[in-house]
């Protein structure tokens, strides 16, 4: 199957600094990618929608200026958390849409970063 | 609002045992409905499921859609404690290229 990558995989800052978290999809070109949270013990939640050379489109309860996110290419996509606080320390998972006509489409998951904020 | 039930939440099994996982669904225009696998990391792939009535088969693993009564189970047949893990069903609405998971089934299966 596909590949989707995560750097890093783990990150631990202090409150008030922000955490870049890059989403590479590395052998196929994925126009649409996906952010998601998850807690523990609880489901996926999705944050966002990152569309290649668009600007993403977020979830209800999400905060664009806190989770920024750039899809600079078919390939890359990143998510920044600014001025990131204890409370959004959590497991963030990309996914990366493999679309290729009908019968195709599926979405490939990252390894996850777990991020801490002390 | 589109929502993704699965049952039951938790299931213990032993090593050999046949588990059925099931998901049921409310969404607008359904496209599809997937089926991961989540161990210690990211979830990973395991079925795609867009029509009624055929089965999809890896190996130990089945699953089926129904679209007229809106769920699908997946079926784990010889259970190996390396099944252990959460199973997510999501689904697609049609006209979007979202997910919508529904909270998993954590499943253990003990030697």
């Known amino acids: 199957g596909a590949v989707v990558s995560q750097h890093p995989s783990r990150v631990i800052c202090k409150s008030g600094t922000s955490v870049k978290i890059e989403c590479r999809s590395l052998d196929f070109q994925a126009t649409t990618m996906f952010w998601y949270r998850q807690f523990p013990k609880q489901s996926l939640m999705l944050m966002a929608t990152s569309n290649e050379g668009s600007k993403a489109t977020y979830e209800q309860g999400v905060e664009k200026d806190k989770f920024l996110i750039n899809h600079a290419s078919l390939t890359l996509s990143t998510l920044t958390v600014t001025s990131a606080h204890p409370e959004d320390s959590s497991f963030y998972i990309c996914?990366?849409?493999?679309?290729?006509?009908?019968?195709?489409?599926?979405?490939?998951f990252g390894p996850g970063t777990r991020l801490t904020v002390t | 609002e589109d929502k993704v039930v699965q049952s039951p939440l938790s299931l213990v099994v032993h090593e050999g045992d046949t588990v059925t996982l099931n998901c049921s669904y409310e969404v607008t225009n359904f496209r599809s409905l997937l089926w991961y696998k989540q161990e210690k990391k990211a979830p990973t792939f395991l079925f795609m499921l867009?029509?009624?009535?055929i089965e999809k088969k890896s190996g130990r693993l089945s699953s089926i859609l129904d679209k007229k009564e809106l769920f699908s189970i997946l079926n784990i047949t010889a259970t190996q404690t390396g099944d252990s893990a959460i199973y997510l069903c999501a689904v697609g609405p049609g006209g979007s290229e979202k997910l919508v998971f529904g909270k998993g089934t954590k499943l253990t299966v003990n030697p």
């Open positions: 867009t029509s009624s009535g």
């Open positions: 996914s990366a849409r493999d679309y290729r006509g009908l019968g195709r489409d599926e979405q490939y």
